[in-house]
Nanobody, 121 residues
Framework: QVQLVESGGGLVQAGGSLRLSCAAS????????VGWFRQAPGKEREFVAS????????FYANSVKGRFTISRDNAKNTGYLEMNSLKPEDTAVYYC??????????????WGQGTQVTVSS
């Protein structure tokens, strides 16, 4: 499996931006789809976005479409989540995930430890 480490979380005001990074090691990163999920207090983990191994296709949850952008740099073994126009309801622990089976949410089976994003109103 691939090992994943997220960074870039923090506290931001509503309307602000953050960029999360997901550094991968272990197996060949470029053969994995990358996804981002989040879990707010008292709620189940939910899908945010995913991107294919080549970066050719992106998939977003409706709640973040138009505000968040997922990307990857296979040369750096790193995935990214650019988050703009942040809202208080985006507050959650954000997890990076990887899959060698596909980019749809149910395929992801390797997980990072998570990074906290807090959006103040």
């Amino acid at each position: 499996q691939v090992q994943l480490v997220e960074s870039g979380g923090g506290l931001v005001q509503a309307g602000g931006s953050l960029r999360l990074s997901c550094a991968a090691s272990g197996r060949t990163f470029s053969s994995y789809a990358v996804g981002w999920f989040r879990q707010a207090p008292g709620k189940e983990r939910e899908f945010v976005a995913s991107i294919t191994w080549s970066g050719g296709y992106e998939f977003y949850a409706n709640s973040v479409k138009g505000r968040f952008t997922i990307s990857r740099d296979n040369a750096k073994n790193t995935g990214y989540l650019e988050m703009n126009s942040l809202k208080p309801e985006d507050t959650a622990v954000y997890y990076c995930a990887a899959s060698d089976s596909g980019f749809l949410p149910y395929y992801f089976d390797s997980w990072g430890q998570g990074t906290q994003v807090t959006v103040s109103s």
